[in-house]
């Protein structure tokens, strides 16, 4: 059986970031916990919440793993879709058959 985790990390994207920077910051009054040009990550309590720039997606949760090429391959002919990937983050974004987006990230050893 494959161990994987998750991270109490979830990202969530939007064309609007200017817009949910502010809401998540001063209407929910989460503590910002991290800035990065077209990143910003909020202290929520249970999770930490990423806001990123860009094409918008739903919600992407985190999940660790030893292996991502290996684990990867398996979700892939298990049914998971492959819906965005980019070595250069890394990132790997998977959908899974119910319709949950995640991010396969590298397990610290």
């Known amino acids: 059986m494959p161990d994987i985790r998750s991270s ?11 817009e949910a920077v502010r809401f998540y910051a001063e209407v929910l009054g989460f503590k910002v916990s991290s800035r ?5 990550g909020f202290e929520t309590g249970a999770l930490q919440l990423y806001v990123e720039a860009g094409p918008p ?11 991502v090429a290996a684990t990867k391959a398996r979700l892939i002919a298990a ?7 980019d070595p250069g983050v890394p990132r790997c974004y ?4 119910f319709g949950m987006v ?6 610290a050893s």
Not at 36 to 40: E, K
Not at 94 to 97: G, M, Q, V
Not at 102 to 107: I, M
């Open 94 to 97: 998977l959908c899974d058959p």
């Open 102 to 107: 995640f991010n396969l990230g590298l397990k």
């Open 8 to 18: 109490r990390d979830v990202i969530l994207r939007t064309d609007r970031w200017p």
């Open 79 to 85: 049914g998971c879709t492959l819906v965005e990937e």
């Open 36 to 40: 990065a040009p077209a990143l910003v």
């Open 57 to 67: 997606h739903g919600p992407v949760f985190d999940f660790l793993v030893a292996d």
